[in-house]
């Protein structure tokens, strides 16, 4: 057996163990304070954790870059190098971006906490106990659940990896696809990275399992509130504190390197800050990077917009369980725990064949990063689409039937019309993850085709400069809007 794919692949384990040890207890603890406390500003606290769910990696891995890494602005004052690099880089900003995803599950599990054994339960012990006793033990699956998202996340990411020299199976699945076959030689060499990938599909099983919908109602109209007394403002400066670590300081790097000055003076450099000049290369980014936005939002739009297709036809299926759920969730799981650069590979493999159509398809249209991007944002349109239809009155449908509606007819005319706010969550969330993917599409973008991600990625390379700080900058300008456009359409 190749002991370098054994060594990447415990590369992996430890990546995705120190992520999920370190975003896990903080993503919790924030989740349980902004939804069962009452501390000042968690509105607020909610709106950002929101926000930054659609921030793609690449974008939190500049933003940190700008700052704390190869020519940020720290890098720049100290005449070092920078401390964000290597490992210790890796787990910061994986953990970092995976904070909010622990809160939003775990937050949903601190709401779904039975109040009644609560309330019960404070008849005979405090608050503490309570909490310990009653509130964790059912809040552990969800907790269990985040973790295993994070874990999935991590593995088969490969951005922050590749820009900080870790080497995990994923970051070498891409390597040695762009570069090489690295990973030894022998069908046996691939067995550990056979094995990881299966780990992680039945990890994506059991997680698509947890999310899909269930018979049991379950209701987020209300919940107990713990009241914090003379704890409250301190937790909020210390909630307060740590968001502007998470979501502060990266955008502030940003901002700083965007609008930094560097003049030649007689006794050297001279570095200052102006804001005409980071407002007006933020607003002029997208122009000069217009020909890159314009195939991101082209391939993004297609692939959400099939996405949608496909999972209104899943769901529907699904929306009655039993065996009918399961190409829904097989599909899910697979296309949710598949690794980007698997995916990239597997294209190649389908695409790059002797065969006229197959070589036009692959070399001179969007046709492959148009599927890969397909199978990476297709399980959130699926659960949100699934989530909304099994919600239909059954006595709707019925009465459709009596009046000759055959089922197609009964989705397209009697469904789906009242549904359109989902559809049109389902796009827009699609469409983000689809704007920010880079591990599948990257691998096989034809000639003369590059998307933002992509050329963002190769400039993280050498550095944010102004140029990168200012196109990211308008790019989570960007993400903001559409998270505020999905709030507002997902509270109809």
């Not at 990546?15 to 924030?30: E, H, Q």
């Not at 990973?183 to 094995?195: N, R, S, T």
Request: glycine share 10%; charged share 10%.
């Amino acid at each position: 057996m190749d002991e370098r794919t054994w060594s990447l692949v415990l590369n992996t384990l430890l990546l995705t163990g120190a992520t999920c040890a370190v975003s896990v207890p903080l993503g919790t603890a924030l989740g349980w304070v902004l939804s069962r406390t009452n501390v000042p500003g968690k509105s607020l606290g909610m709106a950002v954790v929101g926000l930054l769910l659609l921030v793609p990696l690449y974008l939190q891995t500049a933003a940190w870059q700008a700052g704390f890494g190869l020519q940020g602005w720290l890098a720049m004052h100290t005449g070092g190098d920078g401390w964000l690099e290597g490992w210790p880089g890796t787990i910061w900003v994986h953990s970092m971006a995976a904070v909010p995803w622990v809160a939003l599950i775990a937050g949903v599990g601190f709401r779904l906490v039975e109040p009644k054994l609560e309330e019960q339960a404070l008849l005979d012990a405090s608050e503490r106990q309570v909490f310990f006793r009653v509130t964790m033990p059912g809040v552990l699956p969800a907790v269990g659940l985040a973790a295993l998202w994070v874990a999935i996340f991590t593995s088969g990411e490969i951005t922050v990896t590749d820009m900080f020299g870790v080497r995990t199976y994923a970051e070498e699945l891409y390597t040695s696809t762009a570069l090489g076959p690295r990973l030894g030689e022998g069908p046996m060499a691939a067995l550990p990275g056979v094995v990881l990938t299966a780990v992680i599909l039945l990890g994506g099983l059991v997680l698509c399992g947890r999310l899909m919908p269930h018979n049991r109602p379950l209701s987020l109209r209300w919940c107990r509130i713990v009241r914090l007394g003379r704890w409250r403002w301190p937790t909020a400066v210390v909630v307060g504190v740590f968001l502007l670590l998470l979501a502060g300081v990266p955008l502030g790097n940003l901002i700083y390197k965007a609008g930094v000055l560097v003049t030649q003076t007689d006794v050297g450099r001279e570095r200052s800050w102006s804001f005409v000049k980071c407002v007006t290369m933020t607003v002029e980014s997208p122009w000069m990077y217009q020909r890159e936005f314009g195939w991101s939002l082209l391939i993004a739009a297609v692939a959400a917009s099939v996405a949608v297709v496909v999972a209104v036809c899943l769901a529907w299926l699904a929306r009655r369980g039993g065996w009918r759920s399961w190409p829904a969730l097989l599909t899910a799981a697979v296309c949710l725990a598949l690794p980007g650069p698997l995916v990239g590979i597997g294209l190649i493999h389908l695409l790059n064949r002797d065969n006229p159509l197959l070589i036009y398809l692959y070399d001179n249209t969007i046709t492959a990063p148009f599927l890969a991007l397909l199978v990476k944002s297709l399980p959130i349109s699926l659960f949100v689409m699934w989530h909304s239809l099994a919600s239909v009155s059954r006595e709707m449908l019925d009465s459709a039937a009596v009046d000759g509606a055959s089922p197609l007819m009964r989705m397209v005319k009697v469904v789906l019309p009242g549904r359109l706010w989902a559809l049109a969550v389902a796009w827009l969330l699609a469409f983000a993850l689809a704007l920010g993917e880079l591990g599948a599409s990257i691998l096989v973008v034809p000639p003369g085709v590059e998307t933002l991600s992509i050329h963002i990625f190769g400039l993280l390379h050498y550095g944010v400069e102004d140029r990168v700080a200012a196109i990211s900058l308008a790019l989570i300008g960007m993400f903001s809007v559409l998270g505020v456009v999905v709030y507002r359409l997902s509270k109809k």
